[in-house]
């Protein structure tokens, strides 16, 4: 919304009716405030000189601590959230399915023994898959360098400007800005790699006399920088994969799918009557199920309010409780027993 008075602005938005009350209070004492005790005073220079202290508009409310009504701080990274809401949905869909079947047969312990079983190789198996789903991407990630690199080594005149300009004025940057981006760029650009060795030459290299390294003394080159880090980030839209984040995604997968497992488990430990236990365990999962697709829903960025966290969660319960009634349903049926 354009501001009728530019005291109102903040970086071009009208702030009047986005102030907190808290905020507006500031802003009242402020405007009632002399001249020389204000901020726009003799001591305005000193305020643009700390780089803590964040701009403020007209009225001397600090504009970073602005937030919308459905604000929050996301403090979990995005890719452990991915990992963790991977492994909790499988732990809380596909040992409650194996668990309902298992109830039909009305022995606790054959519940116990078979739940316990899937939920430590599921655990395993997800830990696997997550290790490596991330050791692919970060190989993927390793091949678009090494090609990208080796394209931009030799490829002609003016070609990587359009490139960059490609990105860049995709969201308003001119092309004169664009051309000087690339120039930038280009003298930061490492050195292209050597071409890979034929499998006979890779094994001499690898069973002969191996040379002495020569000494890496320039420090300026860097993957980071240049045009081939620019065009992967901003072009392919890919980042490099840290080699941590193979045990950190596999720890993270497995667990979640571990805690999501084991609370459909917890009432046939307590209660004998394995018909008994599944009915208790039918609340304790739909519960969790529940709670899970709430902080699922916020910490994700979903849609907040009521409205939001209900979706989360209902929609979280109504997946779980298919895949366990299909479970339960297929066991009845194939169920011969007197």
């Given at each position: 919304?354009a501001?009728?008075?530019?005291?109102?602005?903040?970086?071009?938005?009208?702030?009047?009716?986005?102030?907190?009350?808290?905020?507006?209070?500031?802003?009242?004492?402020?405007?009632?405030?002399?001249?020389?005790?204000?901020?726009?005073?003799?001591?305005?220079?000193?305020?643009?000189?700390?780089?803590?202290?964040?701009?403020?508009?007209?009225?001397?409310v600090?504009c970073?601590?602005?937030?919308?009504?459905?604000?929050?701080?996301?403090?979990?990274?995005?890719?452990?959230?991915?990992?963790?809401?991977?492994?909790?949905?499988?732990?809380?869909?596909v040992p409650?399915?194996?668990?309902?079947?298992?109830?039909?047969?009305?022995?606790s312990?054959?519940?116990?023994?078979?739940?316990?079983?899937?939920?430590?190789?599921?655990?395993?198996?997800?830990?696997?898959?997550?290790?490596?789903?991330?050791?692919?991407?970060?190989?993927?990630?390793?091949?678009?360098?090494?090609?990208?690199?080796?394209?931009?080594?030799?490829?002609?005149?003016?070609e990587?400007?359009r490139?960059?300009?490609?990105?860049?004025?995709?969201?308003?940057?001119?092309?004169?800005?664009?051309?000087?981006?690339?120039?930038?760029?280009?003298?930061?650009?490492?050195?292209?790699?050597?071409?890979p060795p034929?499998?006979?030459?890779?094994?001499?290299?690898?069973?002969?006399?191996?040379?002495?390294p020569?000494?890496?003394?320039?420090?300026?080159?860097?993957d980071?920088?240049?045009?081939?880090?620019?065009?992967?980030?901003?072009?392919?839209?890919?980042?490099?994969?840290?080699?941590?984040?193979?045990?950190?995604?596999?720890?993270?997968?497995?667990?979640?799918?571990?805690?999501?497992?084991?609370?459909?488990?917890?009432?046939?430990?307590?209660?004998?009557?394995?018909?008994?236990?599944?009915?208790?365990?039918?609340?304790?999962?739909?519960?969790?199920?529940?709670?899970?697709?709430?902080?699922?829903?916020?910490?994700?960025?979903?849609?907040?309010?009521?409205?939001?966290?209900?979706?989360?969660?209902?929609?979280?319960?109504?997946?779980?409780?298919?895949?366990?009634?299909?479970?339960?349903?297929?066991?009845?049926?194939?169920d011969?027993?007197?």
């Open positions: 919304m501001c009728e008075n530019p005291k109102d602005c903040c970086g071009g938005s009208c702030l009047q009716n986005k102030l907190p009350k808290r905020s507006q209070d500031v802003v009242e004492r402020v405007e009632n405030e002399p001249v020389w005790m204000t901020s726009h005073g003799n001591d305005a220079s000193d305020d643009n000189d700390d780089p803590n202290k964040c701009d403020k508009h007209a009225r001397g600090c970073r601590e602005l937030k919308g009504e459905d604000e929050r701080d996301l403090w979990i990274d995005p890719d452990t959230v991915s990992d963790l809401v991977i492994g909790l949905s499988d732990g809380l869909a409650p399915a194996l668990v309902a079947g298992l109830a039909g047969l009305g022995d312990k054959l519940v116990i023994l078979g739940g316990l079983s899937e939920v430590l190789a599921g655990s395993i198996s997800m830990g696997l898959g997550g290790f490596l789903s991330s050791e692919a991407e970060m190989n993927h990630f390793k091949y678009l360098r090494r090609v990208t690199r080796q394209r931009v080594a030799r490829s002609c005149a003016g990587m400007e490139e960059v300009h490609d990105v860049l004025g995709a969201v308003g940057v001119s092309q004169e800005l664009s051309n000087g981006v690339a120039a930038q760029l280009s003298q930061l650009e490492p050195p292209a790699p050597p071409q034929s499998f006979l030459r890779s094994l001499a290299i690898k069973f002969g006399r191996k040379p002495t020569l000494p890496t003394t320039n420090l300026r080159w860097s980071e920088h240049g045009l081939t880090a620019f065009l992967l980030k901003y072009g392919e839209n890919v980042e490099e994969v840290p080699t941590s984040k193979l045990i950190k995604s596999a720890l993270t997968v497995g667990m979640g799918y571990a805690l999501g497992g084991m609370w459909p488990l917890l009432p046939f430990f307590f209660i004998e009557e394995a018909h008994e236990a599944f009915r208790v365990s039918i609340l304790v999962t739909g519960l969790v199920l529940f709670m899970f697709g709430v902080l699922k829903q916020h910490f994700t960025g979903g849609t907040g309010g009521v409205g939001g966290y209900l979706y989360g969660g209902v929609s979280m319960v109504a997946v779980g409780g298919l895949a366990a009634g299909s479970a339960y349903g297929l066991v009845k049926a194939f011969t027993r007197e």
